[in-house]
């Protein structure tokens, strides 16, 4: 598979974020640069980004909508349900266990359990989560489908997660 020149320049980047990657699972990845951005916050090396959300309600759905400003670098929270995503505006260069993409709205990804994703966005853009629940309270809600960071490691070995070695891009073999 060949890169364009923006996937490139895409993966540059995150290999600067990222860091050493060689010999690493994609979750080892994660919880990585999870922690340099907490101690870069902590030590004031870099500001707290701020991605507003919004929560949205119908019968059986709840939606979650992150609205992320260009600049911003997150890492999701990992998911226990199987769910849909839209990317309702924007672009991202996004990681996931299957590599480095280039997402630009709009678009429909569904996700699986134990997900969990950095992005960096190049535009301001929103992003929203769909979540089939009967909850209304997003404190209960969160709990149902969001996976605790102390409780990951055992979520992934009760879904029969595969640890596999990271790729630098989507269908590196």
Known sequence: MSQ?????????????????????????????????IKNAISDSE????????THHFAPNIYMRQMDAVAGTLVVSKMHRTEHLNILLKGSLTVVTEEGIQHLTAPMVIKSMPGTKRI???????????????????????????????EEVDAFLESIGYQTKEFKLWHGQQ
């Not at 870099?46 to 991605?51: D, R, S």
């Not at 190049?122 to 992003?127: A, G, P």
């Open 4 to 36: 364009t020149s923006k996937e490139i320049d895409n993966t540059v980047l995150l290999m600067q974020i990222l860091g050493d990657v060689q010999n690493r699972s994609y979750i080892e990845l994660v919880k990585s640069v999870e922690k340099k």
């Open 46 to 53: 870099i500001q707290e980004g701020e991605a507003p959300i």
């Open 119 to 149: 992005g960096y966005f190049h535009e301001d853009t929103s992003w929203i989560t769909i979540h089939p629940t009967k909850l209304t309270n997003v404190e209960e809600i969160e709990r149902e489908v969001i996976v605790p960071e």
